[in-house]
């Protein structure tokens, strides 16, 4: 898996793989929600409707980058729950000799299919 940052750029790591990719949802699902709660605030509210009511053109533009949050949360919460699916798998498949590599991915990829294939 490739990871990118919020920019599109390659995000190198000592040892990529699933556990990473794992880490990497989680965090951007912490992140979107933290940055979701804060559009949702009272503060951010009441600044936008001041800002409808002088219809300002900044309007459309914060409510289409709001929008994509949303989609994004939503997207890193639903990328998240699938790989948790095979997160105790992937955790066994780091730590298996390699004539046990064999017997790890076969759960993984059984899941992958059934994922691919609901």
């Keep these: 898996a490739v990871l990118k940052d919020d920019e599109g750029y390659v995000v190198l790591q000592p040892r990529p ?11 951007r699902a ?10 949702a605030s009272r503060g951010v509210r009441a600044t936008v409707e001041v800002l409808e009511a002088a219809r300002s053109s900044y309007v459309t533009s914060f409510g289409t980058l709001s ?11 639903s990328n998240l729950g699938a790989l948790g699916l095979i997160e105790e798998d992937c955790a066994k498949m780091n ?16 899941c992958g299919h059934n994922i691919l294939y609901m």
């Design 17 to 27: 793989g699933l556990i990473r990719e794992i880490s990497f949802w989680h965090d």
């Design 30 to 39: 912490q992140d979107l929600f933290g940055v979701s709660r804060q559009l």
């Design 67 to 77: 929008a994509e949050i949303g989609e994004r949360t939503r997207e890193s919460h």
């Design 95 to 110: 730590k298996a000799a390699p004539d046990e590599i064999l017997e790890c991915i076969l759960p993984i990829v059984r």
